[in-house]
C-alpha cells in the first residue's frame, strides 16, 4: 500500500549546526508533502508545506526540498536550537486520496550542547 | 476554544469494555481527522470526515471502530469490546479544509491503555 518511509530514525545534531532530515515516498501520485514537528507529550506542529510543481520552498529557518525523480523529501533546519529537539515527520497526500493525509514513521532530532 | 480539545486525556479500561473518545475542533474547521500513535511510532491514519460524512474510512482497523460526527463539529471514535493491541493515543486534528490546505492543527490526544 501507500507508505510514507524516513532514512534514518534517529539524528543527534551539535547545536548552532544545519540538520537534515530525510524522508522517502513511494506513491508517485503524491502531489502535496508536508512536514510536522512533534515534542514529547504533544500532537504533531505543522511546520512547513510543498506542492509537487515546486522543488524547494523556505520558512523562517527552515527549507523543504522535493525531488520527484527520487521520490525523496528533506528538510533543512538552520543553526540548530536545542528547541528543536522533537520527533519530525513527513507526510503525504496524493491527488486521488481527497485529503487522506498519510504520515511516515519520524525522525528524532536530539540536538548535543 | 482556542484549539482542538480531546477528551478524556487519559483513559485505562479493561479488556472487552467500549470507550468513547471526543474531539471538540477549532470552530469553522470542516475538515477533522483521527489518527492512531503508538508508543515510539508514526501516525496511523483511522478516518477523515469533511462535514459530518466520512469520504475515507479506510484506515479503520476493524469493526470494532466507529467514529462519527454531528453538527459540523464534535466527533466521537469509538471503541467497541476493546483489545491490547488498542493501546495508544489517539489524536484528533482538524484543519479548513480544502484540497490545497494540509496544515492539521492537533489535539493532545486521548492515552488509551487497555489491560
Known amino acids: 500500500g501507500e507508505s510514507v518511509g524516513l532514512h534514518l530514525p534517529t539524528l543527534s545534531v551539535q547545536e548552532g549546526d544545519n540538520s537534515i532530515i530525510n524522508c522517502a515516498y513511494s506513491?508517485?501520485?503524491?502531489?502535496?508533502f508536508i512536514w510536522y514537528k512533534q515534542e514529547s507529550g504533544k500532537g504533531p506542529q505543522f511546520i512547513i508545506d510543498?506542492?509537487?510543481?515546486?522543488d524547494k520552498r523556505q520558512g523562517q529557518r527552515v527549507t523543504v526540498l522535493l525531488n520527484k525523480t527520487v521520490k525523496h523529501l528533506s528538510l533543512q533546519i538552520a543553526a540548530t536550537q536545542p528547541g528543536d529537539s522533537a520527533v519530525y515527520f513527513c507526510a503525504e497526500r496524493s491527488y486521488s486520496s481527497a485529503s487522506k493525509i498519510i504520515f511516515g514513521s519520524g525522525t528524532r532530532l536530539s540536538i548535543r550542547p | 476554544g482556542a484549539g482542538v480539545s480531546q477528551s478524556p486525556s487519559n483513559k485505562v479500561t479493561e479488556k472487552g469494555k467500549d470507550v468513547e473518545l471526543r474531539c471538540d475542533p477549532i470552530?469553522?474547521?470542516?475538515?477533522l481527522y483521527w489518527y492512531r500513535q503508538s508508543l515510539g511510532q508514526g501516525l496511523e491514519f483511522l478516518i477523515y470526515f469533511q462535514g459530518n460524512s466520512a469520504p475515507d474510512k479506510s484506515g479503520l482497523p476493524s469493526d470494532r471502530f466507529s467514529a462519527e460526527r454531528t453538527g459540523g463539529s464534535v466527533s466521537t471514535l469509538t471503541i467497541q469490546r476493546t483489545q491490547q493491541e488498542d493501546s495508544a493515543v489517539y489524536l484528533c486534528a482538524s484543519s479548513q479544509g480544502g484540497r490545497g490546505n494540509g496544515e492539521l492543527f492537533f489535539g493532545e490526544g486521548s492515552r488509551l491503555t487497555v489491560l
Open positions: 506513491n508517485s501520485a503524491s502531489d502535496y
Open positions: 470552530s469553522g474547521h470542516t475538515a
Open positions: 510543498i506542492r509537487s510543481n515546486m
